[in-house]
């Protein structure tokens, strides 16, 4: 109250009358010069790091100076007479484009209407949408804008939270059994990357189009029960997981069956030999075989490539010598296929 005297130039009694009369002002003051305002506190001892308890004690025995802890990702912590200061410019979070504290009075937010909200997205969802400036504020209270945050939703919906994720710059992640993830948040989502879309917070976001989106269904699933490779699973599909699974990286261009070539991927050329048969069939005659002819007949990885080709199949008749020699590491289908 003092600083707000001094500002305004008037008496510590008169700007006690004028922040009564007129609380906004004050709160703008605190706003304004929130680098400034601080509180001391007793910090928590038994439940901050090593560091910070060193700090803690010296601040104590050097009640005069003030210790400072360094936090990568968080904010700095000062230390007076062992005590913390709390600076108010770190519950400070930008709003609708208003800096206000970042620590609500209530959770109950009743500024925000669900007016036309069945207009949102351009998709209907009766009970079941919500309003995207609902979604806007918790974002911003829990996300950091054009951050590596990433928000995940697995109730997907008509694709609210999707569209005001990208809306906003973040990444997102959501899921939907339903068929209104096609119908509701697929056509949501690319009227919001064309720009089509100015509903919900696009006008306070300035929003005119852009970004992107992967659409990805779930396969049959890789292994049956008894831990074998589905009989339902194709090529393809087997191809692209055993290529994320031993580089990181998703496959260059699809599989195509009869090429046991999948791809490289740095010091790796990722090779497949595996078919589908009749149950009984031999291994060795569905090409499911790492024989010395099968080896002969790999094809060639790029050229200048030198390093390990890495083979998946079901079997190996090559001897270890020989493998090393040619630069082949072998893993066995299915005991060797990683999950991701």
């Known amino acids: 109250m003092n600083g707000f005297a001094a500002a305004n130039g008037i008496s510590l009694a008169d700007a006690r009358k004028l922040a009564k009369a007129s609380p906004e002002l004050i709160d703008d003051f605190v706003l304004e010069n929130a680098s400034s305002v601080c509180q001391l506190v007793t910090p928590d001892y038994n439940n901050v790091g ?18 400072k802890v360094e936090r990568e ?4 912590i000062y230390l007076k007479g062992g005590k913390r200061i709390l600076f108010y410019r770190d519950k400070i979070k930008i709003i609708d484009g208003v800096a206000v504290s970042g620590e609500p009075l209530t959770t109950l937010w009743d500024d925000l209407l669900s007016n036309n909200i069945h207009n949102e997205g351009g998709v209907p969802f009766p009970k079941g ?16 804008r054009n951050s590596a945050d990433i928000v995940m939703d697995s109730f997907c919906g008509s694709g ?21 993830a ?15 879309d100015q509903s919900g917070v696009s006008r306070d976001l300035k929003w005119r189009g852009g970004s992107g989106f992967r659409y990805c269904r779930l396969g ?30 998703p496959i260059p261009t699809r599989a195509q069956v009869g090429n046991a070539y999948l791809g490289k991927h740095g010091e ?7 078919a589908q048969g009749q149950a009984g069939m031999p291994r060795e005659a569905l090409g499911n075989v790492l024989t010395p002819d099968a080896l002969v007949a790999l094809p060639p990885p790029p050229k200048g ?19 090393k020699a040619e630069g082949v590491m072998f893993k066995q289908i299915p005991y060797q296929i990683e999950g991701v």
């Not at 790796?268 to 595996?274: R, T």
């Open 160 to 180: 609210t939270t999707a569209a005001v994720a990208m809306k906003m710059g973040l990444r997102f992640i959501t899921v939907e059994m339903g068929e209104h």
């Open 73 to 76: 990702g968080y904010s700095d």
């Open 305 to 323: 490539f030198e390093g390990t080709r890495v083979v998946y199949a079901e079997g190996s008749t090559v001897s270890p010598d020989r493998l």
């Open 50 to 67: 090593q560091d910070t308890q060193k700090a803690i004690d010296l601040s104590t025995e050097r009640p005069s100076e003030i210790f």
């Open 182 to 196: 096609e119908s509701h948040a697929a056509k949501r989502l690319r009227a919001v990357v064309s720009g089509e």
């Open 129 to 144: 949408k919500k309003p995207e400036a609902l979604l806007k504020r918790c974002f911003e209270l829990a996300t950091s």
């Open 220 to 249: 049959v699933p890789l292994f049956n029960e008894f831990g074998d490779i589905d009989g339902e699973v194709s090529f393809p599909d087997l191809a692209a997981h055993i290529f994320f699974a031993e580089t990181g990286a």
């Open 268 to 274: 790796k050329a990722v090779y497949l030999l595996y």
